[in-house]
């Protein structure tokens, strides 16, 4: 028999099933309650030795092995974003929103990501979690460290080596339209143009 409670478990399950970042519910220590698809397609690691581990041990950060204590008790985790922003919409009740750079190992090799980090409070059963979504902006961070451009016509070279208007440039790689305007000053000089 098919109960409304089901069916809204049933829902909430799918919808965070679909989200296509890294979705993790945590509690106040960052231990990993329950992740989605996205996250399990990342981690290394059956699910008995994520669920409950720390976040960091479990995406394998450089500094949760820096101390034998773990994720969260290294020098370097009173700057971590991820910690600070649970550890923040914990005590605020509030939506929390920041980018980082993860550093993290993998196949022992370090890589980074960068990352927007999402974390949202919540409470079921009694117990206050957050929703901890990790967004992988690696691609759009690269974009905005270096871009090629021409420094007379202003075009900028793609990774096919085609020069293209910047509008062209982005509607082609981040699928970005612009709008267009005067700046204060350029208003300025075309209306003395007009006059």
């Known amino acids: 028999m098919i109960t409304e409670d089901n069916l809204n478990a049933d829902m909430f399950r799918a919808i965070f099933e679909a989200i296509p ?93 960068y990352a927007l980090v999402t974390a949202t409070p919540f409470h079921y059963m009694r117990s206050q979690f957050v929703l901890l979504i990790v967004e992988d902006i690696s691609e759009i961070t690269e974009l905005k460290r270096m871009i090629p451009i021409c420094s007379v016509c202003k075009k900028v070279r793609d990774d096919k080596e085609s020069w293209l208007r910047i509008e062209a440039y982005f509607k082609n790689n981040l699928d970005v339209d612009f709008s267009h305007g005067y700046c204060p000053e350029c208003f300025k000089k075309e209306m003395a143009k007009i006059k």
Do not use: M, W
Not at 24 to 49: H, K, M, P, S, W
Not at 58 to 83: I, Q
Not at 87 to 108: C, H, P, W, Y
């Open 21 to 113: 970042s890294f979705a993790f519910v945590v509690d106040d220590d960052l231990r990993i309650q329950e992740y989605n698809t996205a996250a399990a397609e990342f981690l290394l690691g059956e699910r008995a030795t994520i669920l409950k581990h720390r976040g960091g041990e479990v995406l394998y950060c450089l500094h949760s092995s820096e101390v034998p204590e773990g994720c969260g008790r290294a020098p370097f985790c009173k700057e971590c974003v991820v910690r600070n922003s649970v550890n923040e919409a914990f005590q605020g009740s509030r939506v929390v929103r920041r980018r980082t750079k993860l550093e993290i190992l993998r196949d022992k090799e370090k890589i980074e990501i």
